[in-house]
């Protein structure tokens, strides 16, 4: 139940798409006499909330806040066993109609996935990501351990976790997996933005990760050009993100409301 009503509740976490709805039915509000007054207030106040998001830097501050919470993992000359990624990357499977894959926005962590894992020779790499394609009867960690393997990792160091639906279930199905002892060093690996969640998370599951954020989305100090698409794109994931802390922490999910080093 709680997956199904996350799904939804997508709908009305992103702010561009409340603030739209809001502007027309403030617009089809001032075409009755009964509520033209209120109609317009609702309009031209959510019409404005709305080119304000589109036109500053809002969601980058959001989502700045996000990625600054873990550092850049830097090896410091101590071994890590293992290596968890989670799911999220892929685009599209590779079903009938389209017979490869296409990789999302969030490609970049399985690229970290790589390059840590040539880093770490002897380090296991587990990616999280189910569940199964009903479709294609194959899941997304199948989808990326085949990429990873063509990326150079040796196919008897993978294990896939193919049954989970969220952050928290990949953290439970991961430390089911791996079993790590105390004194294993684990890497995560997902995106900066997602990483206060995803260490909540594993941190509950009494799971100890060291973040290895990767998929950086904030322009901020990078010279990034300036697009209204992209602007409210950034401000709806950081929304998302946020409401998801929390929710999770709410329900017990995450071992702090906003998880950091």
Not at 39 to 51: D, E, F, K, N
Not at 55 to 63: H, Q, R, S
Not at 66 to 93: K, N, Q
Request: one cysteine or more; charged letters at 20%.
């Amino acid at each position: 139940m709680f997956h199904l009503v996350s799904q939804w509740s997508g709908l009305f976490s992103a702010p561009s798409d409340l603030l739209l709805l809001l502007a027309l039915a403030g617009f089809a509000a001032s075409r009755l006499r009964v509520t033209a007054r209120v109609g317009r207030r609702l309009m031209i106040g959510a019409s404005v909330m709305l080119v304000g998001l589109a036109v500053f830097p809002v969601g980058d501050l959001m989502l700045s806040a996000l990625e600054r919470r873990f550092p850049v993992f830097r090896p410091d000359g101590r071994p890590a066993d293992g290596i968890v990624v989670l799911g999220g990357i892929t685009g599209a499977a590779d079903g009938p109609v389209l017979q490869r894959v296409q990789m999302g926005p969030a490609v970049d962590r399985l690229v970290e996935t790589a390059r840590l894992a040539q880093d770490f020779p002897g380090a296991m790499v587990l990616v999280s990501a189910g569940p199964k394609d009903p479709r294609t009867g194959r899941s997304e960690a199948q989808i990326l351990g085949r990429q990873l393997i063509a990326m150079g990792v040796r196919p008897d160091r993978l294990r896939l976790e193919e049954a989970s639906r969220d952050t928290f279930e990949n953290a439970r199905f991961s430390v089911a997996l791996a079993r790590p002892s105390p004194t294993q060093r684990w890497l995560l690996v997902t995106s900066a933005w997602h990483m206060p969640r995803a260490v909540g998370c594993f941190r509950a599951a009494g799971f100890a990760v060291v973040a290895a954020p990767a998929d950086r989305r904030s322009s901020l100090g990078g010279g990034g050009g300036w697009s209204v698409s992209e602007n409210l794109s950034k401000v709806d994931l950081a929304a998302k993100e946020y409401l998801g802390l929390l929710v999770y922490h709410l329900r017990g999910r995450t071992s702090a409301l906003f998880p950091g080093p």
